[in-house]
């Protein structure tokens, strides 16, 4: 995933991928907007890196373009407000942070979710708005196979989540281990991730 700091990339990359959703400008006081959203922030939080929701895109012949919104939608997307609703859906809680972004004179909302700490994040209470549901014990994930945020179908998504978990909690002990001085080596999280970014740079190449 980019520099979350780089907002700008989010709205001019264009293209969905797997930590990177778009949603058309809506107001968050919209029922079916609070399962919209809700579904999709579970499902970043259940990736390694966590993921990024741009609000005010539209989708045009296979690409996604600013459609802007209004500052009645950009100010009702009250951080407050959201965690209130996902957090009332999700176990563990959802951490995340919700930006106001102009571009070109366009409004959006840009909602960076953090990836899971401990446990993967599921769904323990149900809600219903349109043809949008959260279901309860659905474990909302974003997988290789579709970019789309929809509960976990597969044996090949479980097993993702599942060495996710296992690697988090072996890299907190080694990180423990480390402030301790019981172990010298740099933590196992830091090497994962640089030899990710390594490979990632690698296949863009």
Known sequence: MPDGTDLEFYIVHGKEER???????????NDLTKVKIAKAMMAMSNLNDGGVIVVGMREN???WVPESMT???VASF????????????????????IDPFTLDGNQFIIIRVQGFDSFPVICKLPDRAGDETLDTGAIYFRSHRKVQSAAISSDEDSRELFSMVIEKGFSRHIERFHR???VTAEPAGAVDSARYEEERA????
């Open 180 to 182: 301790l001085g019981l």
């Open 19 to 29: 930590y990177l959703e778009y949603k058309r400008a809506m107001i968050w006081t």
């Open 202 to 205: 690698d296949l863009n190449d």
């Open 78 to 97: 009250n951080h407050d407000h959201v965690a209130d609703y996902v957090n009332a859906h999700a176990t563990p809680s959802v951490q995340f942070s």
């Open 61 to 63: 012949e296979g690409m």
């Open 71 to 73: 500052p009645e939608q």
